[in-house]
């Protein structure tokens, strides 16, 4: 039998096709780099054994086709070489699947995917049998049956197209490409096969027929790679899609196994060893499965405990967070074990942030979290509940004090930061539970404590007392009733006179704010004005109190009475942009005059903002009001300020009037005198204001201010703040025609007065009604001498201009 010419085109194209493809595949992994490049080096070398196990066979198919049926040991040699051939091919070509994006990230990764690809391959294998062995015999007598070399070369064929199999049905959308080169290595292995069995038993037609299929499969191979990289990626999912890897092909062997028993064939040990390595291939499987299931448990148990332990720690400062307080306290409370709860809080740190940044308050936050676990006792819990809170839970029940004390010590020493130290205090509140914890009230307890540890001072350590409930409870039940108290029509207006000295006639009244409530009683000034501030509520009070203050002033002023008001203004009503136009529309709505009315700001207000202070009390002054300093000398005015704002009265705080004995003149005869009221008494006339000393209550201090030349007092000594008709008795009898005025030293001289200047305020003479005449904003207070007589001189009242008014805390707390 002679080779055909059809044939020898078949191998001379076959070998062309298949140098061509080894060509490609050698190219691409010289260009390659990365970490991929060993899987394209692999890929060229199972090409080049591919190539030379194609030639070797196609070679020997010639050689021995004129003698075809006369060379069956030659054959069976050559055949047995391509059989080895194309087994390191395949062994290669498996190698190189392994290393595609994400198939063998680990050893378990590989071995998964090898053992699926052993499930597919014995399936394959198993199927392949049934095809080919008797009685079904597909090939009929072409079958090579008694080949040893077909046997190694059937499995290696089976491994390459399993592997490859489940490679593309695990990588990720698109899979064309992969597809391509899957087919394309199953070509090569299946190719050889086919050489191999042409050679044994097959036939020349065969072996070209491999031939052929060999060198498609390795051209479709390099074109599938020879552009671009590595094509796919592989997804070795634990649960992803392993039942059907593991259904499908025992399906497959079930049924071919019925076919070929219901056909009459029998198992040989080929069968049944392929069999078994479907068994123990899924039972490895299986076990590998489980395996991983059990590793999948513990990671997700680590990743809880790791994410419950996130869940309770604060991630700035590595404390515990509220949570992990709350479990803390929680476990206590089961456990029995009495604790005790400390509440800390830094004084002042928002202006930390506000002035130096939040990275720098991070800092500084992280840095506290670093002082509490370094000085707290084994098993404490420090913790942060949020923002500067922080609190320590110790257990046991030691005495927290010592601790509570060093920790004061410790938090309130400098924080070192790049641009400078920062410092700040910090304040405590303790609590302490008994065996059977309440979380809840313990937390609360604390806070309570804290609370007045900040009210108190701060920077300072406050242990929780029952008596802090009955003030929580008083407290929020006034703030409830404060709302509805204007409306309930419980709020009342008192009157405290101010006398004109030494004659001690009522010239004018200060406003005092007063609550009676039909189940609480009178509740103090000093108790519901400051809740009325922080609770926004002193707004509407103040607007109450300037209207009421109006409406009584214009009905003195109709009935022919003498007299100012004033009226307290709190700093929250004085910064509002509305209350000139408040202050404005009271004078219009109850035809008040606007000097009659005296708008009085504490030396607090001061402190605050002394330019937007100054601001706002020009406008008011621009109104016609008239502006009073209360409280002058309690602590906060320095001389300096006292000369930019705009006032036209300084009210002399209590403490000037009460702090010493009056002294005598040196050198000369005369009263005795208060020396502080003289001195604020000359600096008051020398800026051009009057001034009104508070707090007189004994005759002697009467005659001490007297003395220093003061023309106008407000205490006790003429009287508390009493109901609108009261005061209204004591005008009309300080008016009435047998009305003397009382017997009082006589007041020396005025202090000399130096002349006007941008500075000092020019005098004026005296006004003609006992009411003083508001000046312009930029022209001094008129000062005038006694008139001849000494007593009816010194009845009139001077000029008090003065600006707008409301509430004032400190006022009322006096006035109570």
């Known amino acids: ?122 399936a394959l294998w198993f199927v392949g049998w049934v095809l080919f062995s008797p009685p ?51 070509g090569m292995i299946g190719g050889g096969l086919g050489v191999s069995a042409g050679l044994c038993q097959g036939g020349p037609v065969m072996v070209h027929t491999g031939a052929a299929v060999l060198a498609a499969g390795l051209l479709a191979a390099a074109l599938a790679v020879h552009r671009v990289d590595l094509p796919g990626q592989v997804n070795v999912d634990l649960i992803r899609r392993d039942g059907e890897y593991a259904f499908v092909p025992m399906l497959a062997m079930a049924a071919s196994a019925m076919y070929h028993l219901v056909q009459g064939g029998g198992f040989d040990a080929m069968g049944i060893v392929a069999g078994s390595v479907e068994g123990f291939a899924l039972v490895a499987r299986q076990y590998l499965a489980l395996n991983d299931v059990r590793n999948y448990a513990d990671r997700l148990a680590e990743r809880e405990a790791h994410f419950r332990e996130l869940a309770h720690t604060d991630p700035l400062t590595g404390l515990a967070n509220r949570r992990g307080l709350l479990r803390a306290l929680h476990r206590c409370a089961e456990a029995r074990v009495p604790c005790v709860l400390l509440g800390l809080d830094l004084d002042g740190f928002k202006n930390v942030n506000d ?143 101010v006398a004109s000295l030494p004659s001690v006639r009522p010239v004018g009244a200060e406003a005092l704010l007063r609550w009676h409530h039909p189940e609480l009683g009178n509740v103090r ?86 330019d937007e202070l100054i601001r706002r009390l020009a406008a008011l002054r621009r109104t016609g009001v008239r502006i009073a300093l209360d409280d002058f000398g309690a602590g906060y005015s320095s001389l300096g300020q006292l000369r930019r704002l705009p006032i036209d009265i300084l009210k002399i705080d209590h403490s000037l009037v009460a702090e010493h004995e009056p002294v005598r003149p040196v050198g000369r005869d005369g009263p005795a005198f208060a020396p502080m009221v003289d001195i604020v008494m000359r600096l008051g006339h020398q800026l051009g204001l009057e001034v009104i000393a508070e707090g007189v209550t004994t005759p002697t201090e009467l005659a001490a201010v007297v003395a220093a030349g003061c023309r106008f007092g407000q205490g006790a000594l003429f009287g508390w703040g009493v109901p609108a008709e009261h005061l209204e008795a004591m005008l009309e009898a300080a008016t009435s025609p047998g009305a003397r005025p009382a017997s009082v030293p006589p007041a020396p001289p005025p202090a000399p007065v130096r002349p006007a200047s941008p500075l000092l305020p020019r ?54």
């Not at 010289?30 to 199972?46: K, S, T, W």
Request: hydrophobic fraction near 45%.
């Open 763 to 816: 005098l004026r003479s005296d006004p003609p009604a006992s009411v003083p005449v508001p000046r312009p904003p930029n022209e001094g207070s008129a000062q005038v001498a006694p008139a001849a007589g000494g007593a009816s001189g010194a009845d009139t009242p001077r000029s008090v201009n003065q600006n707008v008014g409301s509430v004032d805390s400190s006022r009322e707390m006096r006035q109570a």
């Open 355 to 497: 002035m130096r940044g939040h990275d720098v308050g991070d800092a500084v936050l992280a840095e506290v979290g670093r002082r509490l676990r370094g000085n707290l006792r084994p098993g404490d819990l420090a913790a942060r509940l949020g923002g500067d809170e922080f609190a320590v839970l110790m257990h046991g029940a030691s005495d927290a004090g010592p601790v509570a004390e060093r920790l004061l010590g410790v938090l309130g020493r400098p924080y070192e930061e790049a641009d400078g130290p920062v410092f700040l205090s910090v304040s405590i509140g303790v609590a302490r539970s008994s065996g059977q914890t309440d979380v809840e009230l313990l937390l609360r307890n604390a806070d309570l404590a804290l609370r007045y540890a900040k009210q108190r001072g701060k920077n300072r350590v406050e242990r929780y007392d029952a008596t802090y409930d009955q003030l929580l409870r008083r407290r929020t039940m006034l703030e409830h009733e404060l709302r509805g108290a204007i409306e309930r029509d419980e709020l009342r207006l008192a009157f405290q006179p």
């Open 136 to 186: 079904t015999r597909l090939l009929g007598a072409a079958t090579p049956i008694a080949c040893v070399p077909i046997g190694l070369a059937t499995v290696s064929a089976a491994v390459t197209a399993g592997l490859t199999l489940i490679v593309v049905l695990r990588a990720a959308p698109p899979r064309g490409r992969l597809a391509l080169l899957a087919a394309g290595l199953t």
């Open 525 to 610: 000034p000093d108790e519901f004005i400051p809740l009325a501030e922080e609770c926004g509520m002193i707004s509407k009070l103040g607007a109450w109190v300037l209207h009421q203050a109006c409406y009584q002033l214009s009905r003195w002023l109709a009935d022919g009475h003498d007299v100012w008001v004033s009226v307290n203004v709190s700093p929250r009503e004085l910064h509002a942009p509305e209350y000139v136009v408040q202050v404005a529309d009271a004078l219009r709505a109850h035809h008040v005059p606007p000097q009659r009315l005296v708008l009085e700001v504490t030396e607090h207000a001061v402190a605050t903002d002394l």
């Open 1 to 122: 039998m002679q080779s055909s010419p059809g044939m020898v085109t078949v191998a001379v194209l076959s070998g062309l096709a298949a140098a061509a493809g080894t060509a490609l595949l050698a190219g691409s992994a010289r260009r390659r780099v990365g970490p991929h490049r060993q899987a394209h080096l692999l890929l060229a070398a199972a090409a080049g054994i591919t190539l030379l196990t194609l030639l070797v066979g196609v070679a020997a198919a010639l050689v021995a086709t004129p003698h075809w049926a006369h060379e069956q040991g030659q054959r069976t040699g050559w055949a047995t070489l391509v059989s080895v051939g194309s087994t390191l091919s395949a062994l290669t070509l498996g190698a190189a699947l392994l290393r595609l994006p994400g198939a063998a990230a680990t050893r378990t990764a590989a071995a998964r995917l090898l053992l699926d690809g052993l499930i597919m391959a014995s």
